[in-house]
C-alpha cells in the first residue's frame, strides 16, 4: 500500500501495495455468487476527490489531458475526463476500459500523480460499477481506509441493503478488506 502510505501517511497492516488493493476488486469478478450468477466489472470506474483552489481543478479536463499525455495512458479507450461538482465541491475522473486489469493499472498511475501534486488528502475514493443478477451496483475503495463497501442505489435515493448485504458477504468471503457496515456511505450522481 505504498500509495496508500504516500496519501495518507498510515501504515499498512494488510501488507500488499497499492495495486493489490485495487486489485483485489479482480479477484471476484467472473466468480458464481452463490452458484446464481457471476459479478462482473462493467468496464467503467471513477475517482471522487475534494476540490479546492490548487491549479489541478481550475480546469479538470485541461489537467487530464496533460496528465494523460505525461503519464502515456493509452490503455483507455476513450479520453480521460473529468465532471465538475459545484454544489458539493467534488470532481469525478472517469475511466472506462473493458481490460478491467489494466483500468486498475490506469487508476492507479493516475492516483500517484495526483498524490505526487500534493493532493492525497483530497481523494476520497476509488468506485467501480458493477453487476450481478442483472442488477447494478458500486464497489467503492475508501482511499482513507484502504477498504470497501458495496453501493446498490434504487430510484429516489433508496438504496437495495440485500444486495448490498449479499456483495458485502461475498466481498468479506474472498479476503477483500471491508468497510464496518456503519461506513457504507450513500454517494449520489455517481457519473457511471
Not at 59 to 74: M, W
Amino acid at each position: 500500500m505504498r500509495l496508500f502510505r504516500t496519501l495518507f501517511k498510515k501504515s499498512n497492516r494488510l501488507g500488499s501495495d497499492e495495486s493489490d488493493i485495487l486489485s483485489a476488486i479482480l479477484r471476484i469478478t467472473n466468480q458464481p455468487a452463490g452458484g446464481e450468477t457471476d459479478i462482473n466489472l462493467s468496464g467503467a470506474a471513477t475517482l471522487l476527490l475534494n476540490t479546492n483552489e490548487h491549479p489541478f481543478f481550475t480546469d479538470i479536463n485541461s489537467s487530464l489531458k496533460e496528465l494523460d499525455k505525461e503519464l502515456f495512458i493509452s490503455t483507455i479507450r476513450t479520453p480521460l475526463r473529468g465532471l465538475k461538482s459545484d454544489m458539493y465541491n467534488s470532481c469525478w475522473i472517469i475511466f472506462e476500459n473493458s481490460n478491467n486489469q489494466k483500468m486498475v493499472d490506469d487508476i492507479n498511475s493516475v492516483s500517484s500523480h495526483i498524490a505526487n501534486l500534493g493532493l492525497g488528502n483530497n481523494m476520497t475514493a476509488a468506485i467501480f460499477k458493477g453487476t450481478i443478477r442483472d442488477q447494478s451496483f458500486y464497489w467503492i475503495c475508501n482511499y482513507r481506509t484502504s477498504k470497501f463497501y458495496p453501493l446498490a442505489p434504487l430510484e429516489n435515493s433508496i438504496r437495495d441493503n440485500e444486495l448490498e448485504m449479499k456483495v458485502g458477504s461475498l466481498l468479506a468471503s474472498m479476503g477483500i478488506p471491508l468497510e464496518p457496515h456503519e461506513n457504507w456511505y450513500s454517494l449520489s450522481d455517481i457519473p457511471i
